[in-house]
């Protein structure tokens, strides 16, 4: 029953892994998504920039405007860039933790089915043993049985030659 138990308590623990392993590449592909429509919006926007300035040279100064928006957006996408780097990283350290988490998970389940293996066979030896007890016991029963009744005919002869 304890066995049980405890298998089942690694079962779940188990599915509870393979539900943040699949919530953290949800967010992985959540992150690359957003990191894909980043870059291709500034590829639109250089794109409509360099448009600009060959067909406009008289609107210099107000690209130049938009320019230096771009670069403050662009600092700010670096910095996204960078945070969301670091939150890979540290999505990669938790999926390998969780991969190692899951290994030693496989490799207690196996020593578990090991050890209800073993304790399998044990309880077949057990049975075994107790059937030879129980014949053993109505043997020694039969025996006590008749011994019973000898000691009752050597009791009625001693009360008779008494």
Known sequence: M??????????????????????????????TTTVNNGFNEMRNE?????EKFAAQDR??????GRMDRLEGRM????????????????LKTDVAVLKTDVAVLKTDVAVLKTDVSVL??????????????KDRLNVM?????????GIETLAELIKTKL
């Open 59 to 64: 609107r210099f100064e107000r690209l130049e």
């Open 120 to 133: 399998k066979t044990d309880v077949a030896v057990l049975k075994t043993d107790v059937a030879e007890i």
């Open 2 to 31: 304890y066995l049980e138990q405890r298998i089942e308590q690694l079962e779940n623990v188990t599915v509870e892994h393979g539900k943040q392993i699949e919530m953290i590449a949800t967010g992985l592909a959540t992150l």
């Open 141 to 149: 029963s039969g025996q006590f049985g008749k011994m019973t009744k």
């Open 75 to 90: 600092d700010r996408l670096e910095g996204r860039m960078d945070s969301l780097e670091a939150d890979v990283a540290v």
């Open 46 to 50: 250089f794109k409509l920039v360099h």
